[in-house]
């Protein structure tokens, strides 16, 4: 039961519900993240590390830059219902539509290119290069 609470809680958070919906889409950069929700860099980094906790995302570096996706098979398995759900619940709210509407086809940041966002990336460190 604890891990359920742990995944409720993560997404109690209207801007962590944002980041998991987006994610639905596509494996993002930090950084990208950081833009489109407009909010400042140490506030998505704490939504993402419970996100991360809650084992909603999973993270990888590729150099200082890092990279979040969904899990290919969450567990505990109340995550794949719910990711499996999201978009269907989630699909008439105005403001998320226009953060999806927002995203690029792809990663801006992916296979070493740089960062397509405004905001610079978030690195490994917490810091902004």
């Known amino acids: 039961?604890?891990?359920?609470?742990?995944?409720?809680?993560?997404?109690?958070?209207?801007?962590?519900?944002?980041?998991?919906?987006?994610?639905?889409?596509?494996?993002?950069?930090a950084c990208e993240i950081?833009?489109?929700?407009?909010l400042?860099?140490?506030t998505v980094s704490r939504h993402l590390r419970v996100l991360q906790d809650a084992g909603l995302i999973l993270a990888r570096k590729e150099g200082v830059w890092v990279h979040y996706r969904l899990p290919e098979a969450p567990d505990p398995p109340c995550i794949a219902t719910l990711l499996a759900h999201l978009p269907d619940w989630l699909k008439a709210d105005p403001?998320?539509?226009?953060l999806?509407?927002?995203?690029?086809?792809e990663n801006p940041c992916s296979?070493?290119?740089?960062?397509g966002a405004s905001s610079g990336h978030a690195t490994d460190t917490g810091e902004k290069s």
């Open 34 to 38: 950081v833009d489109l929700l407009g």
């Open 95 to 98: 403001e998320l539509g226009k």
């Open 40 to 42: 400042a860099q140490p």
């Open 1 to 29: 039961m604890q891990n359920f609470v742990r995944v409720m809680k993560a997404l109690s958070d209207p801007s962590r519900v944002k980041v998991v919906r987006m994610l639905t889409r596509r494996e993002m950069c």
């Open 100 to 105: 999806l509407d927002g995203m690029e086809a």
């Open 111 to 115: 296979g070493g290119k740089a960062c």
